[in-house]
Every structure is written in C-alpha cells, then in structure tokens.
Nanobody
Framework: QVQLVESGGGLVQPGGSLRLSCVAS????????MGWFRQAPEKEREFVAA????????NYADSVKGRFTISRDNAKNTAYLQMNSLKPEDTAVYYC?????????????????????WGKGTLVTVSS
C-alpha cells in the first residue's frame, strides 16, 4: 500500500505564494507519474500539474502555466507544488495523486489515468 499525505495549504492574499508538499510512504516504485488536481466548490475536479518521477518531465494546465511549478525530491519521496501569483480562482482543495505503471507513462496523459492512490487533500484559500 501507498499513502499520500498533502500539506502546505492555507490562507493567502492574491498575488501571494504557497508551497504544497505530497509525501509518499509505503511501497513505492520509480516508474510513476505524480501530480496535483484541485476541486473548487460547485466545480468539477481539474488537473493542475504532473511530473514523471524518473526524468522530471512535467505538464501543466493552461490556467496555472507560468505561475505554478511542480518538482520532486527523490530522497524524501516528496512532490512539491510551488504556487506563485495566486488568484482567487485558485481557491480549491488540492489533491495529490500517483499512477504507477510497468509500461509507458506520460505526464501529458496524467489527467486521463485511473489513479492508483489519492491523498485526502489540502485546502488553499486565496482571499484579501
């Protein structure tokens, strides 16, 4: 089993920054894509960003491109989401997820995968 635990959410003013963390524990595998989704009240869950663990290739939703950066720390089994220039519309619960595989995995297709594990989410509120 794998457990994903998110942290780093909170209240921030528009234009501010937050850094989310997702720590993976348990039995993990190198061949994976890890990423972030978010869900705002009364809205569908949407893809935010993804990173392929083995080569650090990334993919971003258009709405966050240029403002958010996803990265990973191999030694800590942790993925990060650095969020800059935050807007009120970024307010949502942010969920970490991971897809493991034995074949080809791509961060470009992350949003379409059936995820193997999900975190419970961390709330980000952007408000004055």
């Amino acid at each position: 089993q794998v457990q994903l635990v998110e942290s780093g959410g909170g209240l921030v003013q528009p234009g501010g920054s937050l850094r989310l963390s997702c720590v993976a524990s348990g039995r993990t595998f190198i061949n994976n894509v890890m990423g972030w989704f978010r869900q705002a009240p009364e809205k569908e869950r949407e893809f935010v960003a993804a990173i392929k663990w083995s080569d650090s290739r990334t993919n971003y939703a258009d709405s966050v491109k240029g403002r958010f950066t996803i990265s990973r720390d191999n030694a800590k089994n942790t993925a990060y989401l650095q969020m800059n220039s935050l807007k009120p519309e970024d307010t949502a619960v942010y969920y970490c997820a991971v897809k493991y595989g034995t074949g080809l995995l791509s961060p470009d297709r992350f949003a379409h995968y059936a995820m193997d594990y999900w975190g419970k989410g961390t709330l980000v509120t952007v408000s004055s």
